[in-house]
């Protein structure tokens, strides 16, 4: 019999796989909060330059590439900086998703020794736990 429990293993891999669009654009988001930020505030002074070319004002639309590539590169430098960020330990994903299911399932078994090490079976008892 297998009894379902809080600790199970869980790899987080296959629940990223498994998130549909916005869901999986905001996870990636939370994992890495600059690189979005740097995105919409390329896309602004890249929308921007456009209309001040559009408009005739070349200096202002040479302002505006000039912020494009210089918040290109802060957002690259962003991506590049927060991956080296979070593999500064040196375990890979599959690592660290390994010593977390080894923590559970120690956890687990704690919780079976503190209940007196039974796992519930489906013979019928009566209150004194005498069949």
Not at 61 to 72: G, S
Not at 77 to 105: C, F, H, P, W
Not at 108 to 121: H, I, N, S
Request: glycine fraction near 8%.
């Amino acid at each position: 019999m297998v009894v379902p429990s809080s600790f199970d293993p869980y790899d987080a891999e296959d629940a990223v796989r498994n998130l549909k669009g916005f869901q999986k654009l905001w996870y990636h988001c939370k994992q890495q909060p600059l690189v979005p930020i740097g995105v919409l505030a390329t896309c602004y002074a890249l929308t921007r330059s456009a209309i001040a070319v559009r408009g005739g004002r070349h200096k202002e639309a040479n302002k505006y590439f000039t912020a494009r590539v210089v918040l290109q590169g802060l957002t690259l430098v962003a991506l590049v900086g927060t991956s080296i960020y979070m593999q500064s330990d040196g375990k890979t994903q599959a690592e660290r998703n390994a010593e977390k299911a080894a923590r559970r399932k120690q956890l687990w078994l704690e919780e079976l020794d503190r209940q007196g090490g039974r796992l519930p079976t489906s013979s019928s008892t009566n209150d004194n736990g005498n069949v």
